[in-house]
């Protein structure tokens, strides 16, 4: 009997450590809550403005190299128009390479930011980001390795880990929204970037 009980204790001991086990493997594996937020010093002055450097000298679908300039290294609030990402290219390029969708790349480091449409059609895409007045992304859009916000994760500055602002999360009734200047996600793709392609 005294055996028994020592086995059953055993069995119990080693089911309870491996449930342990699985849900601590489980929390480590959960994605992080949405979205990464970053303190505000992320886009503490560096070599230019808030950035690591200057905007890139030729953008993506003619996007305005001193208008990104000015948006992505010294400005914590402002945006482009609204409406200026469809006086560019920008739609004929994403319906062009559709059923693919586009990588939006860091003005500065030609990092991947975003891509889009991820989870949604193209024509969704268009119409939120039009009922908005600038490209309009969503978590599942959206390359964390790259992306953070700064403030609160509603109303919060979107930004990228090398102090580019890009826009803002303006959450809805789906989730987190976040509102990007295309001038600050039009870069040339680095390598990383042109992986993603």
């Known amino acids: 009997m005294r055996r028994t009980i020592a086995v059953a204790s055993l069995v119990a001991g080693a089911s309870s450590r491996v449930a342990a086990m699985s849900s601590s493997a489980a929390a480590a594996a959960a994605p992080p809550s949405l979205p990464i937020m970053a303190p505000d010093a992320i886009m503490l002055p560096r070599a230019h403005g808030t950035c690591v450097g200057p905007v890139q000298a030729k953008l993506r679908w003619g996007a305005d190299r001193t208008t990104a300039d000015h948006i992505c290294c010294f400005n914590r609030h402002y945006a482009e128009s ?8 920008l739609l004929r390029s994403m ?15 030609g990092k991947p930011l975003f891509i ?82």
């Open 82 to 89: 609204a409406g200026y990402w469809e006086e560019t290219p």
């Open 95 to 109: 319906m062009d390479s559709s059923p693919n969708a586009t990588t939006f790349c860091d003005s500065v480091t």
């Open 116 to 197: 889009a449409p991820v989870g949604r059609t193209l024509k969704e895409f268009i119409d939120e980001s039009r009922a908005h007045g600038w490209p309009s992304f969503r978590d599942e859009e959206v390359v964390w390795e790259n992306v953070r916000v700064v403030g609160t994760a509603a109303q919060g500055e979107t930004v990228s880990v090398d102090g580019t602002h890009l826009g803002h999360n303006l959450p809805d009734y789906n989730g987190n929204r976040y509102c990007i200047n295309l001038v600050s996600v039009a870069g040339e793709p680095s390598e990383s970037c042109a992986s993603k392609l």
